[in-house]
Structures are given as C-alpha cells and as structure tokens.
C-alpha cells in the first residue's frame, strides 16, 4: 500500500477500520512494530527534525490523527481516506484486544494516571487483560527500569501516553527491547480513560474542530496550535511552487 505524501510525511491511505484492520494483522508477527498517529503539528515538527522524519519513515503504520491531515493531502492533489483520532484508535483496539484475548500494557501520564485509565478500561471492557499501568513522568535515568517493566509484562498491545513527540521517539529507541508486538503512542488519551480530561463533544468532533476545544480549555496550548497556519502556509505553497518540466 502506497503512502500519501503531506509536506514530506507519508501517511497509509486508511481510515479508521482500515487502521484497526491493519494493526490486527501487525500484532500476528512478532514485530515488533511501531504505529504513529500523526497529526499537523508532527508534520511540521518533522519538517526540522531529521531523526523524527525517519522514525515516522520507519513506522510500520501512520495514520492521519486529525482533519487538517486530510484537508492538506485533499489540497495537493492527494488522497486519504478520513482521519483516524489516536483515542478512537486506542478504544478500538481495546475492544479488539478483550476479543483477541491480547495482553495489554498503558505507560503514561501523571502518577495515578495509568492506574486510573487501567481500572476504567476493566470497568469498561470486562475481562480486558490490562497487565501493567506504569506513570509516564520518567526521566531517562528510569529508561532500563521501565522496560524491564514493560517487557516482563510481556504485551500484545502497549500505548503509551508520553506527549508527542516525545513517545514516538521513546518506543522508536526501545521498541526492540520492549517486546510488545505492537505499540503506539496515544498522546493524551490516558488522561481521558482516567477521567482526568475530558473530550471535545461530539458535534465538535464531526467538525473537526477538537483542535479548538483543546485550545479553549488549555489556553497554554496556543503556540502549538500556531502549527496549524504554517502548516496551511506550507501546503499551499507547496502545491503552487512551479514543478521542472
């Protein structure tokens, strides 16, 4: 499957159930396999970091976390299916995690944070093997400790909540001593299922303007959202530089 090309990110032309499908067939193999969810603000990080650029190169599936994804492959002649939210992701793949009888392992978040989200998770999905819930606020000093905790869990599934892009390069420079088939980074999610943060509501979702809602209610988040102007800046300029004949 031919990646979708966006200001030098390439993105797997799935949506949501392509990306669930997708993530099935990756946990049948050993792996281990890297999973991002990406959104306007990684593309334009990516842009001025080379070693994010090749993680994100490297990723065994990248799937469009946001409409402006979407909206910039539309505007340079490309296609992609629909956004895939990392949360809705990480929901799924819990339903299909208590189905497949898969090992699950959540790193992230504040002390408590994880521990919230795994007993939330058991309410939810009963019978849900939630093997470890580790707090995300370590240092690289704890690096060796935490994947000691996370591989003797020995997970199918492990999402962590670490920030992006922090979490995409943690899992890329542990990813073959984790020993979890498939891990993803789900960003604030883990905030979410513990009842700490709550989602944008659903017609603001539809909209796709959760982006706004975040803003609204974290006014502190202002610069990273000035992402979203450069990276429409960036799009158009892209999609009428002259090309060579």
């Known amino acids: 499957m031919n990646r979708v090309d966006v200001l030098g ?5 799935v949506d949501l159930d392509g990306a669930v499908g997708s993530i099935v067939a990756l946990a049948r193999d050993p792996g281990p396999h890297l999973v991002v969810t990406a959104n306007v603000e990684m593309v334009m990080q990516a842009r001025l970091a080379p070693d994010l650029r090749e993680i994100l190169h490297r990723a065994a599936l990248v799937v469009a976390d946001g409409v402006g994804v979407v909206w910039g492959a539309r505007q340079l002649g490309r296609s ?23 090992r699950v392992c959540l790193v992230g978040g504040a002390p408590g944070v994880a ?35 996370v591989r003797d869990a020995a997970p199918t599934l ?48 539809t909209l796709g303007l959760e982006w706004c809602y975040r803003l609204i209610r974290q006014p502190g988040r202002l610069g990273r959202q000035m992402a ?17 004949r």
């Open 9 to 13: 990110v390439g993105f797997d032309p």
């Open 228 to 244: 979203i102007p450069r990276f429409m800046a960036a799009v158009w300029l892209d999609r009428w530089r002259p090309r060579p």
């Open 115 to 149: 521990d919230a989200a795994a007993a939330n998770l058991r309410l939810r999905h009963p019978g849900i093997d939630v093997r470890r819930a580790l707090p995300g606020y370590f240092g690289p000093e704890d690096d060796p400790a935490v994947v000691r905790a």
């Open 80 to 102: 992609l299916p629909g956004r895939v939210p990392g949360i809705d992701l990480a929901g799924r793949l819990c339903d299909e995690a208590l189905r497949r009888g898969w």
């Open 158 to 205: 492990l999402l962590a909540g670490l920030g992006s892009p922090r979490q995409e390069r943690w899992l890329h420079r542990h990813l073959a001593s984790l020993g979890a088939p498939v891990a993803i980074g789900v960003g604030g999610t883990l905030d979410v299922w513990a009842g700490r943060a709550r989602r944008a509501p659903r017609i603001m979702r």
